[in-house]
């Protein structure tokens, strides 16, 4: 089986890549291993973290850079998503707050997702989800902003979702299905 390096520290990250990466020998990334996000879009630090993560451990990596865009908020969080506040819980609520009083909720998830070998980026892809902040969080599911996350098409936010639901409407699982022609490939060498 093939060796594959998933390039986040972040548990429902790899919750959500290791339900759909069936088929490999999926590694975490190694410990004590910091990439500082520097990048100026989702891409550049997608490319930092594949890159970084496949050169140190010498096997092919996954990584992604994503973020929820508020579109009454001009897109924030966006790039700084993760580092909004302390924890999901401080986050979610710094949200709400921003949000409130405005009736335009509209908002969506982007993931730029990166596949590099130690030698060379191998693909780029995207996802998106559109959606609406909700006035308060609803399910347990996920992680993040899928709480206040409303997804209009199934009436639900993606905290009530279980992560196969998730996967066929999310950003990410979006990114994974653009991924899965190069992963077969690679899985066949
Ligand atoms: P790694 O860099 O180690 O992958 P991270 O959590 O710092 O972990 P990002 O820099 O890509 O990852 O930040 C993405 C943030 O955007 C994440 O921490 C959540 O707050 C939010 N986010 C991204 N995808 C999400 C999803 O599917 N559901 C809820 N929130 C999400």
Same mark, same amino acid.
């Given at each position: 089986?093939?060796?594959?390096?998933? !390039?986040?520290?972040?548990?429902?990250?790899?919750?959500? &890549? *290791?339900?759909?990466?069936?088929?490999?020998?999926? /590694?975490?990334?190694?410990?004590? %291993?910091?990439?500082?996000?520097?990048?100026?879009?989702?891409?550049?630090?997608?490319?930092?973290? =594949?890159?970084?993560? =496949?050169?140190?451990?010498?096997?092919? !990596?996954?990584?992604?850079?994503?973020?929820?865009?508020?579109?009454?908020?001009?897109? +924030?969080?966006?790039?700084?998503? !993760?580092?909004?506040?302390?924890?999901?819980?401080? *986050? /979610?609520?710094?949200?709400?707050? !921003? %949000?409130?009083?405005?009736?335009? #909720?509209? =908002?969506?998830?982007?993931?730029?997702?990166?596949?590099?070998?130690?030698?060379?980026?191998?693909?780029?892809?995207?996802?998106?989800?559109?959606?609406?902040?909700?006035?308060?969080?609803?399910?347990?599911?996920?992680?993040?902003?899928?709480?206040?996350?409303?997804?209009?098409?199934?009436?639900?936010?993606? =905290?009530? /979702?279980?992560?196969? +639901?998730?996967?066929?409407?999310?950003? #990410?699982?979006?990114? &994974? #299905? *653009?991924?899965?022609?190069?992963? +077969?490939? %690679?899985?066949? %060498?």
């Amino acid at each position: 089986m093939s060796t594959l390096i998933l !390039a986040t520290g972040n548990p429902g990250k790899v919750r959500e &890549l *290791r339900e759909f990466l069936t088929g490999w020998d999926i /590694l975490p990334k190694p410990e004590g %291993l910091e990439i500082e996000e520097t990048g100026a879009t989702f891409l550049e630090n997608a490319r930092l973290k =594949a890159l970084t993560v =496949a050169q140190a451990t010498g096997h092919w !990596a996954v990584g992604d850079d994503s973020g929820l865009e508020v579109f009454a908020l001009d897109g +924030q969080p966006g790039l700084y998503s !993760a580092r909004w506040g302390q924890s999901d819980q401080e *986050r /979610l609520q710094k949200l709400l707050l !921003a %949000l409130t009083d405005t009736q335009d #909720r509209r =908002a969506r998830f982007i993931t730029s997702m990166v596949l590099a070998s130690p030698q060379e980026i191998l693909v780029e892809v995207e996802g998106i989800c559109d959606g609406k902040i909700l006035l308060a969080p609803r399910g347990t599911g996920g992680f993040g902003y899928d709480p206040v996350f409303y997804y209009p098409p199934l009436g639900l936010t993606l =905290a009530e /979702l279980t992560i196969a +639901q998730k996967q066929q409407v999310s950003h #990410r699982g979006q990114a &994974l #299905r *653009r991924l899965l022609p190069t992963l +077969q490939t %690679l899985a066949t %060498l």
